[in-house]
C-alpha cells in the first residue's frame, strides 16, 4: 500500500514536471516547483530533528533504495534539462541528505547488532 501511495504521488509530480516543462503550462510548472521546494524544506529540517529520523525508521522504507534513487536523479536531470537548474540542485540536495539519513540509520543498526 505503501509503495503504491509513492507511486502515485511521484506521478503526480511528474505528471506535473511534463505538463509544466514540456507543455508550458504555467499552473502545472508552478506546482511542481512548489512541491519540489517543499520536499527539501522538508527533508532538511527533518534530518535535524531525531524525532522525525525515528518516525522514519520505524515506518521503513515504501520502495526499493535504487529505485528510489534512480527516479530521483531522472527528475533532477529534467529539471536541470528544462533550465529550473536550482530545483535540481535543490532536489539533488534533498537527495543526499535523505540517503546520509539511511546510512547513518544502518551503520547504528550494524553497531547494535555486533554489541
Not at 59 to 71: D, E, F, L, N
Not at 74 to 81: D, E, H
Amino acid at each position: 500500500m505503501r509503495a503504491l501511495r509513492w507511486f502515485c504521488m511521484r506521478a503526480l509530480l511528474y505528471s506535473c514536471i511534463y505538463a509544466g516543462f514540456v507543455h508550458h503550462i504555467d499552473g502545472a510548472r508552478r506546482i511542481a516547483l512548489f512541491l519540489v521546494w517543499l520536499g527539501f524544506v522538508v527533508i532538511c529540517i527533518g534530518s535535524c530533528s531525531d524525532d522525525a529520523k525515528a518516525t522514519i525508521f520505524k515506518t521503513g522504507r515504501a520502495i526499493p533504495q535504487w529505485i528510489k534513487i534512480t527516479v530521483d536523479l531522472i527528475a533532477v536531470a529534467a529539471l536541470i534539462w528544462f533550465g529550473a537548474v536550482a530545483s535540481g540542485v535543490a532536489w539533488f540536495i534533498a537527495l543526499i541528505v535523505e540517503e546520509s539519513i539511511w546510512l547513518e540509520h544502518k551503520k547504528q543498526s550494524e553497531k547494535t547488532e555486533k554489541i
